[in-house]
């Protein structure tokens, strides 16, 4: 069985595919709805910040991946997504258009900006470690587990100076590698809380359709009915990503083959790092 | 050093014909990144018994196969 699985927010602008048909429409389909001009990378109108160009351009990237694969292997068994590959990912098990999916990244995007207001937000990406001594790391510091993406893989989110702390402790207590990066929003954490309300009414207000592919959730490992799909994605933007157990999960459903629905290959590299490890 | 490499980070299509020995892993070279670097010291450990401690000894041991190569001559039991 086939899983599409679709990245979050990229690290760097996705290079637009210049002279694809497909790539030109959806760039057209980006400056109509979101206002950017994906090869220029620049707004058209209105202003943004540069995450929020780059969660727009990350999900044209998506569903220009997503409609040339589906053209050699039709649709997929299961849909799974980390963190904003949502968007997307909803596309591709038929429950939003590709317009919509754009429009309502844009929005949520914007809709989170205000937050730079409340404080100042950073990630710490932190490899090596294992879960206990980073939930530690995290209650001492006041800050929070936004992505569990592998046994040793964890994403940090709070506030900046609680975090620049965190990845200095973590060095310092075994982490083989621990960053610090700015962010807008303190995604999957509760301290998205004041923007909750405005999230809430922009997720409602789309109609979604029955998914015609099983999209698994990476909250609690379930399939998620069209009713289901507003709420979680409120739900999911202020609760951790579960990469693994979404892994484990999809493999005991029967999936073979993973596919990567845009730039990057961290899905790809989390999922040979869980294999390797082997277990549950 | 290069099949350890194949085999560590599953690289499909790869031959140990196409890794260049002194020719830079992260970045321009094979485009490895944090995640690989990982799975390189784990595969490391299982196969030689040699320890990568952190991140900064990892820059320097993974710049390319002959440095992989001389951390595991000075470092293996």
Same mark, same amino acid.
């Not at chain 1, 200095?168 to 999957?188: K, V």
């Not at chain 2, 020995?21 to 990982?38: K, Q, R, V, W």
């Given at each position: 069985? *086939?899983?599409?699985?679709? #990245?979050?927010? #990229?690290?760097? %602008?996705?290079?637009?595919?210049?002279?694809?048909?497909?790539?030109?429409?959806?760039?057209?389909?980006?400056?109509?709805?979101?206002?950017?001009? *994906?090869?220029? /990378? %620049?707004?058209?109108?209105?202003?943004?910040?540069? !995450?929020?160009?780059?969660?727009?351009?990350?999900?044209?990237?998506?569903?220009?991946?997503?409609?040339?694969?589906?053209?050699?292997?039709?649709? #997929?068994?299961?849909?799974?997504?980390?963190?904003?590959?949502?968007?997307?990912?909803?596309?591709?098990?038929?429950?939003?258009?590709?317009?919509?999916?754009?429009?309502?990244?844009?929005?949520?995007?914007?809709?989170? =900006?205000?937050?730079? %207001?409340?404080?100042?937000?950073?990630?710490?990406? &932190?490899?090596?470690? =294992?879960?206990?001594?980073?939930?530690?790391?995290?209650? !001492?510091?006041? *800050?929070?587990?936004?992505?569990?993406? =592998?046994?040793?893989?964890?994403?940090?989110? @709070?506030?900046?100076?609680?975090?620049?702390?965190?990845?200095?402790?973590? @060095?310092?207590?075994?982490?083989?590698?621990? %960053?610090? /990066?700015?962010?807008?929003?303190?995604l999957h954490t509760p301290l998205m809380a004041p923007v909750a309300g405005e999230l809430n009414e922009i997720f409602a207000g789309y109609r979604y359709r029955d998914p015609?592919?099983?999209?698994? !959730?990476?909250?609690?490992?379930? /399939?998620? =009915?069209?009713?289901? *799909?507003?709420? /979680?994605?409120?739900?999911?933007?202020?609760?951790? &990503?579960?990469?693994?157990?979404?892994?484990?999960?999809?493999?005991?459903?029967g999936v073979t083959t993973f596919y990567e629905v845009g730039s990057g290959e961290s899905l790809r590299k989390y999922n040979r790092w869980i294999e390797v490890q082997g @277990?549950? | 050093?290069?099949?350890?490499?194949?085999?560590?980070?599953?690289?499909?299509?790869?031959?140990?014909?196409?890794?260049?020995?002194?020719?830079?892993?992260?970045?321009?070279?094979?485009?490895?990144?944090?995640?690989?670097?990982?799975?390189?010291?784990?595969?490391?450990e299982n196969a030689f018994g040699v320890v990568v401690p952190d991140a900064a000894v990892g820059t320097k041991v993974f710049q390319s196969v002959r440095t992989m190569a001389?951390?595991?001559?000075?470092?293996?039991?």
């Amino acid at each position: 069985m *086939i899983c599409f699985m679709f #990245p979050g927010q #990229p690290l760097s %602008r996705p290079v637009p595919a210049a002279g694809d048909p497909d790539a030109a429409e959806l760039a057209a389909m980006v400056a109509r709805v979101a206002g950017l001009d *994906i090869a220029g /990378f %620049r707004w058209l109108s209105g202003e943004g910040s540069e !995450n929020v160009k780059l969660q727009v351009s990350g999900v044209a990237d998506s569903l220009h991946r997503l409609r040339r694969l589906r053209r050699y292997e039709g649709p #997929p068994g299961l849909v799974a997504q980390h963190s904003m590959g949502i968007y997307a990912a909803l596309v591709a098990c038929g429950a939003l258009r590709e317009e919509e999916a754009i429009e309502v990244t844009w929005r949520v995007g914007m809709a989170m =900006t205000p937050l730079q %207001r409340e404080g100042e937000y950073a990630l710490g990406c &932190v490899t090596g470690l =294992t879960e206990d001594p980073l939930l530690a790391l995290a209650r !001492n510091h006041r *800050i929070y587990l936004a992505n569990h993406n =592998t046994s040793r893989h964890f994403l940090l989110c @709070g506030k900046k100076g609680d975090i620049a702390a965190a990845v200095e402790e973590a @060095g310092a207590i075994g982490a083989f590698s621990s %960053r610090m /990066f700015d962010c807008d929003a303190p995604l999957h954490t509760p301290l998205m809380a004041p923007v909750a309300g405005e999230l809430n009414e922009i997720f409602a207000g789309y109609r979604y359709r029955d998914p015609w592919s099983r999209l698994m !959730n990476h909250l609690d490992q379930r /399939f998620l =009915t069209r009713e289901e *799909i507003a709420p /979680f994605m409120l739900r999911e933007l202020m609760a951790p &990503v579960y990469w693994e157990r979404t892994y484990r999960a999809l493999r005991r459903e029967g999936v073979t083959t993973f596919y990567e629905v845009g730039s990057g290959e961290s899905l790809r590299k989390y999922n040979r790092w869980i294999e390797v490890q082997g @277990g549950e | 050093m290069k099949q350890l490499i194949i085999d560590s980070l599953r690289i499909e299509g790869l031959s140990t014909h196409d890794i260049e020995t002194d020719a830079p892993l992260f970045g321009e070279g094979l485009g490895l990144d944090s995640i690989d670097a990982l799975q390189l010291v784990v595969g490391m450990e299982n196969a030689f018994g040699v320890v990568v401690p952190d991140a900064a000894v990892g820059t320097k041991v993974f710049q390319s196969v002959r440095t992989m190569a001389d951390y595991i001559a000075q470092h293996a039991a």
